[in-house]
């Protein structure tokens, strides 16, 4: 396993070159994907007035529902390590619609506290899975909580509860050029968090207490448009930089790649229903 720079080192390079994915399909992310947040997006229960920080806030579109959430009176404070995305996010969710929303980019494992803290709660859609230091990245949140401040956050189970995550990759990466490195064991990945017991020991380590982890199960329900379904996975997804700089017709055949492994997730009336195996994760910050 790669020491901790080397992991931060790769994860910068890997999310500057994934960015201009997520920017591209930031409108189908938004729709489809919400569902990936919305068990922590529930449990958080944001209330009006309050100060609340989204940890890896992609292209912005959970910070917007947390601030339409707290209002006029209260903060909503997205923070993300790739410049584009929350570039991005600025030019989406303005203040001048979305009072109090703010963005900023930042290495949630290397800054002491998020600016705009200190902070009534925390949400995370799908991040803390993918820090290379997850015990240095839940110590900045919790610094930038309030004490009995609340965080609530969603992570991929393992693998066999999420098959379609890696059918895309595997249907298109044949007809690519060379991959990033593939996570092993705790690597920052989908999967790092699949033993509950591991994330609750960082949680702990932390400074975070009254952990909660329940298997949550949700589907992204996706319309009927195979090419574009794959397409939007593949650029999401590790092979999505080979995929941008490849020949039209090696894209295409990556495509025709992936909509064959993507096939036995179509349902009778052909749109697509991809089951998600979350773990929900809620946690206090502790004294």
Known sequence: MADTASLRSRNAAFWAGA???WIRHADRQDEVGRPLGAPAMDRLAARPGERILDVGCGCG???????TAVGETGA????????????????????DRYPGIQFHVADIETVDVVPGGPFDAAFSRMTLM???????GCATIRRSLRTGGRLAATVFRDGSVNPWLSAAMLGAAPHLGPL?????????GPHSFADPARLA????????TAITITACDVALEAPDDADAIAEWLVEIGPAGAAYRISPLARQAAARAGAVRLL????GPDGDYRLPAGLWLVTAIAAA
């Open 180 to 188: 990033p490195p593939l996570p092993v064991g705790d690597e920052p």
């Open 61 to 67: 579109s959970t910070t917007a529902e947390l601030a």
């Open 263 to 266: 096939d036995r997730f179509r």
């Open 19 to 21: 960015a201009a994915g």
């Open 130 to 136: 993918l820090l290379a230091d997850p015990v240095a």
């Open 201 to 208: 020991r960082v949680l702990t380590s932390a400074g975070f």
């Open 76 to 95: 909503a404070v997205g923070v993300d390590l790739a410049e584009a995305m929350v570039t991005t996010a600025r030019q989406r969710f303005r203040p």
